[in-house]
């Protein structure tokens, strides 16, 4: 509590201290990722952008848990047209509050190299077929990258901390 208090007055700015606010009620109600030092540290450190960049990450892991994925994989953040272009419309000029997250180790970003079978299938039956030699059978086409970011442990420490209502930690070993 007294960490809680001495980072707290510190916050000058309404966003921060409306995080801690949400961390005091949160701990308040058992929630014990709410008074883990790491995450009272962690919002202490925050920028009002980063504040509601973390509102917003946490309306993606609600959005994410609705759906079927959401019981295979850890919680991920496609980082692609539909992601960016929420992001702008949420307001987000810049790319500062991700790498803050970045930085801070609550998001990590992934890239993924996935092969498309049907296109491979396709290459294949074109490599061995005597009328097609010596033509491009498509590799470019075979690999397609994804780039996405991952909610780490600590983030989902933060988010629950702060948001419990909407995250629920989903990955493989539950």
Known sequence: AFRWFE???EADEPEIQDLFAKLLANASGGNE????KRNIDL?????PDDARFLAFVSDQVAE???TAMARYYSFV???????THRYKEAGFTNELPIDTM?????????RDLKMDGHQIGHAISLATSEHVR???????????????????EVGKSLLTALFP????????NQ
């Open 7 to 9: 980072r707290a007055t």
């Open 33 to 36: 990722e709410a008074l883990r």
């Open 43 to 47: 919002v202490s450190n925050l920028s």
């Open 64 to 66: 994410f848990n609705q």
């Open 77 to 83: 953040i496609k980082y692609d047209f539909i992601f």
């Open 102 to 110: 970045l930085a801070l180790g609550v998001l990590r970003f992934e």
């Open 134 to 152: 010596g033509t491009d059978i498509g590799l470019s086409r075979m690999f397609e990258q994804e780039e996405k970011l991952v909610l780490t």
């Open 165 to 172: 209502a909407q995250l629920i930690v989903t990955n493989l």
